[in-house]
């Protein structure tokens, strides 16, 4: 699109050229074709006027509609207009990222009414407003385009908004552009509203009298024409004109600036006019309206104004321009006298700023640039004023010397300064407290600015010293802010160090007024560590130099070394240069033995200890000397006594010295001094002695000198005894001395040792004799055996022949008196028995019951039950007639709920299909005969019930593997929820509602059992998670509700069947029906509706006008104390109720469907793993938002809807009934979330300001709280396995197999669905379900699984195939991953194998252990036993069978394996046991214990079963009658719907009777059928605008298609023929009901023989008027 001047006129004068050649198509389509680009220059007026306000880029004229649609550019242009009432935080999704990404929302609606609301404040007439819809819904954009030019007219002549400019004829569009709006017009079918009158209609809106307003104006027109500044200013100051704002000095101004506008004006028209077809003449098209008018007048004050301005900036003078900012032609606003010096700072900025960017030519600013700088500079004053104000507060506290007030005044936002910290309040008192003293004066902003940046790091140093790290400390010192000077960043270690401990110092004063250390101190504290750091690198210098000299191995230079000032070393001897040298290259190399570098250094302490053991070493060997030499001396005297006090020096060490010999001592000392006095001179004083160390110390007696080597020339002093020459001497002696001190103190001694030894000699003989009768015991007592054997051989003998001797007399005298104690004894047993019969009778009972009560708590209790009290219960397992007889009737029962379930929900859809086309028939009167066919076919489903085909027919091998493979998925799918959870996110969204009610919910049986319930459960659990999992651009947990999860509708959807049903009816019902049949209440709490209510009712009662206004804001009806009162009451009893609504709810926990509070347990879950950081208050909103909300808050809201009550089909809930349960469901739903504690939500929610409801505020507080309680406890619910009893064996030890009920049409949507996104929900290439789709191949079709045959005829195949398509069959599914007979399967259905075969072994067979049982032979008697319960267990599962019609039948590979022999069976169980042990389920070493405890635990499962069964068999039953109830209510809505279509039928044939026979309903067989039939030219049609286009055929070729509508002998059906050149090219038949279902649907366009667009509603439009009119 360009812009071109004369695109217009060229197109123009082209299609008047050819005017009197054109048809009236073709002069028709030119009109529709001027028409489009007329609007598409509207169109690009509005946005380029949007866009100067806005200031923002607007998307292309021919999207620029759609672009609307958000409402996002018109909240913006809101703002532009009244930023008061529409500020940009306002606008919803500003950026438009919501929109971009996922569309429109409802919440963009809100922009819309923003401009509304925007238009409302500027005043412009309501007559221009166009609806929500016609811009979010894009109903009717032309009308939009239409408000903007009003809206820019109107701003214009209130001068707030630039005049829009008019385009017409100055930019082009391609034919491809015009064309595609000409097709959007005709679809929005609607008259293009009069963009040249917006003018007259704003004049005619004034409330003036309309004629003297229109002379004025024309008169104003008049004299602009003449070109008279006078004239023209005359008839501008007429009242009647109502303008405003006239300077009396700018008439010339006004002259020119209006004769311009009437001149663009009058060329616009006359270019419009060329085109008379489309042209609207009007008086204003040429004449300037009082809009256009005032807004020139208002333009051109503004442009003087503007350059007065300009001027005044360029001269400097601040008078005038205050005067010009405050004139009313600028109407800047806020302008502020003593703010001049700012505005004139500001406006210059921007002056200069804007002449930069146009090469420095003359510029002038635009008032809104004025406005904006105005506002800046107000800003920029209140700051300056704010800051000095805050520098006046701040010396004010330094004066009161009061550091909290300091602070605060330096934390004023208003002082402008870099932030201060609380904890360093002392330090800035301090500090700023001895500035204010040095300067002697107020401090300034500039000083205080200063000091607050460095004393705020100060601050962070201090607070970084307290966090003890280094790194931290050092960025702090090194912060520009600090000012701290000599930082070296190696030294941060020792600087933190050094920090601390100041710190900690100065804490450690009292009374010390900051604890913080200052700037000075810091510093002080930096050059302290960096003298250290330099004084320690000279120190290692030395010691390297130290080191470097000892290498040397030359004492002197090492003296030096040590010597050096740097070095520091203490206590240097000059004398000691050869030890110092000798200990140092000693502790060198004793170093380097322990380091791998050879070249090892010593360090200062090691040097310094070298120097220091040098000096103690040469102490210690001038007193050894000493020590020496007065021995010598001692000798010399032949003084005992000093000799023995000279040995007693410590150093001299001379050990075992005793004083008792002191005389030998000096006695054998001498000697040896004698005998080396003989070996060589003496005299010269040199002696030598070895120190601990074993160095040798040189001394010489004489001059008291010593040396650490022999000094050449030395000779030895022979005259001296050394220190080991004495030591030796000493302890010869002593050695001797102790000996014989030793003999005499131990004479007594010795004797006993002697004593001892003779004692031990004596004691060994006595040993070696007992040892000897302990070797010889048995042969010792053996003789002694032997000689008492001979004794009693003597005393038997002689006592054998005494009995011999008297024989007869001893056996007779035994037998009388054995047999009088037996009889003695048994008589006496026989009376006690006699006397106490009943007690034992009792005794033997309670005996027996305490035995079994005994051995069940043992069973169900214990962990590892005995084998023997197993065998007393392990007939449970099997069943019995009974259990088979309940499960035939569950089953039957449950088929019943499902069929009831499909045949419900069929009904109900078919009643919604009834209502719609009730709807139609009374809005088009033609569709009735369809109504009744459709009443019919709900008839017939009602009679027929539930006789719907089941069953695939085919007997062949191939049909039943096809089906065994169906079956064999099916499983699989029932019992791993991942596939499900995984496919239900893989399908597009709108497809998902269908797949779950066609296939998941007939997949598990609606969860008619508790082993579907279970399954299902399963799988809602996996799917939550998948889609938690999937939110990853989720941030904040509420975006998961707004979201609209989809498992959270399917879970709340299924929860919602008839148990979940009956749990809220219970609930609710009475509530609801209290709440309804409370005639007095009223709960209302809009003021503006009860006020409307009050002066209705006070009219009505008094027959009185009230004289009070009807339209009321909030304000005003509150004004009122009827309105209060009622208000009040009605608050009153809106929390009455609510309060039993609560109670119900919280006492009513236990009705909640175990489904719902398991998924809220797993979504609670889910959510705290996803976001584990969140608050358990935000977790606990979306589980009661699930609960509440989603669960119970729709109920109450319409209890009709969701069978809380029951409602006759003739009789509703009225509008108070429902606004009354509305307001009880909105009080709960804001307790629920915990909002509405504030009024900004109340307004939300109840509409404009509600603070009058604040009063309940507290009680929903008080609610919330209760329904986080009621939350939290509605999670804890146990899993399903333990609540259902349910665990992986239950499907192979239950009677009957699983079976569904399912139609052919859902089994082949299922199989597409799993082959289209096979490698999505298994990746893995090893995962079952690949093998099971392998042997299903590719999808079969309806009429191949039913194995029916379909005609050849496409549209007969079709239908016949949907009918097929619902034909329901029967899957009984199993499992292909079965336990084979070989033994070679899992572990775990080998275990399941094992159990059967050892409960049918130990039923026949006892023992205390399975491992006694197996290992014992079976006798006869048990094998017969084995054998009577087979036959038994035959016999009662043929019984089973024949009464489930095969339904229920025992797993064949469990059958097969119990009935083996007893011993082979056991055989088999010894092989399953090892294999198992193997496998380390079980162990030999307890006997197999293990196995037993399974055995009892699935006989207490079993027990649970049972009861779990019967408590089923209730629940189905009532299901199955709120059902029929449910059937029963539906009948009756049938049974209503059919008396009104009879009663329509009676009406319209009653008029029929009165028209031509050619009526739409069916004749009587006497009369003659007659149809009509109607021709039409594809002209004709294409001009009524019912064919928009024939695929290719141009339209000067309409003319040669014609086209014969002609009624069928079936009502609303209609035969079309086209033809071509009168040749019969296609014919088809239109059903009016599909028409009547396609407006329904708001389709526009349809296609008929595939290439014919046809408009749906002018072609209802034509039938109705020509075939069901009764005046055709």
Known sequence: MDSNNGTAGKRTSRAGDGRAHMTADEMDEQRKQNVAYEYLCHLEEAKVWIQACINEELPPTTELEEGLRNGVYLAQLGHFLAPQVVPLKKIYDKDQSRYQSRGLHFRHTDNINHWFVAMEKVGLPQIFYPETTDVYDRKNMPRVIYCLH????????????????????????????????????????????????????????????????????????????????????????????????????????????????????????????????????????????????????????????????????????????????????????????????????????????????????????????????????????????QKARAVELINEAIDSCDAEQLLKALQNPAAQLPPVFDYACALYFEEFHNMRDEKQSELDYDEISAAVRVLSAVAKINEAIDVRDPERTLKALTSPEACIPNLDETNADRYQTQLRESKQAKSEIPDSPCDLLTHFEICTCINVVNDQVIEEHQRIEAIQQINNTIEKGEPGLTLKALQVPEAKLQAVVDTQAYRYQVLLVREKNKKSEGHTDEEAELWLEEIQTAIDNANKDAQFGLKLSEGVESTNAALDTSDADKLLESMAVPELAIHSVIADCKGMYLEKLQEALEAKKSQGESGSGWMMNRLKDGSKFYYNNNTKEYKWSRPDGVVKDHGQLNKEEIQRVVSDVTAAHDRELLFQANENLIVKIQANYRGYQARKAYKE??????????????????????????????????????????????????????????????????????????????????????????????????????????????????????????????????????????????????????????????????????????????????????????????????????????????????????????????????????????????????????LLLKLFHKALEEEIDRLSKVDKMSDFVTGNPLVVKMIVGFNRNQRGQNSLREMLNPLIIEVIEDKNLRINTNPVEVYKAWVNQTETSTGVTSGLPYDVTTEQALKHEEVKAVLAESITRLTEVTDKFLNAIFTSLDKIPYGMRYMAKVLKAALEKKFPEAAEKDVLKIVGNLLYYRYINSAIVAPDAFDIINVEADKQLSNDQRRNLGSVAKILQFAASNKGTSFEHYSEDFGGDSSYLAAMNDYIRQSHEKFKKYCVEACEVPEPEDFFHIDQYSDIVTIAKPSIYISVQEIIDTHQLLLHHEDQIAPDPQDPIHELLEDLREVPSVDELLGTDLPEDEEMRKMLQTQLGKTEISLTLSNKFEVPEDDQADVQQLLVRTKRMVVDVIACQTGDNLLQILDSPASEEQEELHQSLVKKRDDRDHRAKIDSEGGLMRQQSMSGDTRMPLSMMKTKVKKNLQNLELHEVVTRKNGYQDLVNMIAQDIRNQRNYRNSRKHELMRVRETVRSLQEKRMFYESQIDYYNRYVQKCIENLQQKGNNRKSRGIFRRDASQKAHFESLKYSAAKLHEKGIILEIGTLPTNQFKNMQFEIKETADPGVFEVQAKLLGMEVKKIDLVFQDLLQLQYEGVAVIELFNDAKVNVNLLIFLLNKKFYSAGK
């Open 150 to 385: 009003a809206l820019s007219l109107y701003c214009f002549k209130l001068g707030i908004a630039p005049q829009i400019e008019d385009l017409y004829g100055k930019v082009q569009f391609t034919e491809e552009e015009i064309s595609a709006m000409k097709q959007e017009l005709e679809k929005y079918g609607i008259q293009m509203p009069a963009f040249s009158k917006i003018g007259g209609i704003l004049a005619n809106e004034m409330t003036v009298d309309d004629a003297a307003l229109h002379a004025a104006i024309i008169a104003i027109n008049e004299a602009i024409d003449k070109e008279d500044p006078e004239e023209t200013m005359k008839a501008l100051r007429n009242p009647s004109a109502m303008l405003v704002n006239m300077a009396e000095d700018l008439p010339d101004n006004y002259q020119t600036t209006l004769y311009e506008a009437k001149m663009t004006k009058s060329e616009i028209s006359r270019n419009k006019s060329m085109d008379p077809e489309n042209a609207e003449h009007d008086v204003y098209d040429e004449l300037l309206t009082q809009a256009e008018i005032q807004g020139n007048i208002n333009k051109v004050n503004t442009t003087v104004s503007l350059d007065r301005l300009m001027d005044a900036l360029l001269k400097g003078d601040r008078a005038l321009i205050l005067q010009t900012l405050n004139s009313p032609s600028l109407a800047i606003r806020g302008v502020q006298n003593e703010n001049v010096d700012h505005y004139v700072q500001r406006l210059d900025e921007l002056k200069d700023i804007k002449q930069n960017n146009n090469s420095n030519e003359v510029v002038t600013l635009e008032k809104e640039e004025i406005q904006q700088a105005v506002n800046k500079a107000n800003l920029d004053a209140d700051k300056e004023y």
């Open 769 to 1014: 004799r007992l040892d000897f009768m302990k070797r010889q015991l048995p042969l010792i007592i053996k003789i002694q055996s032997k000689w008492k054997m001979v004794l009693q051989k003597n005393k038997y003998r002689e006592r054998l022949e005494y009995m011999k001797d008297n024989e007869k007399a001893a056996v007779k005298l035994q037998a009388q008196v054995r047999g009088w104690k037996a009889r003695k004894e048994y008589q006496g047993r026989k009376k006690f028995f006699c006397d106490h019969l009943a007690v034992i009778i009792k005794l033997q009972s309670y005996f027996r019951a305490n035995k079994a009560r005994h051995d069940y708590v043992t069973l169900m209790n214990n962990a590892n039950p005995p084998l023997p009290v197993v065998q007393r219960f392990v007939h449970l397992l099997d069943f019995s007639d009974v259990d088979y007889a309940e499960e035939i009737e569950l089953q039957k029962i449950r088929q019943k709920v499902v069929s009831e379930i499909k045949s419900t929900k069929q009904l109900e859809d078919d009643l919604d299909q009834m209502d719609i086309k009730i709807g139609l028939l009374i809005k088009n009167r033609v569709t009735l005969q369809d109504v009744v066919t459709h009443g019919k076919k709900l008839s017939k489903h009602r009679e027929d019930g539930q006789n719907m085909p089941k069953g695939l027919k085919g007997l062949s091998k191939a049909c039943h593997d096809r089906l065994e493979a169906y079956q064999h998925l099916f499983y699989l799918l029932q019992t791993n929820p991942l596939y499900l959870a995984k496919l239900i996110f893989e399908m597009p969204q709108n497809k998902m509602t269908k797949f779950m009610e066609a296939v998941i919910y007939s997949l598990f049986n609606y969860g008619a059992n508790q082993r579907e319930e279970f």
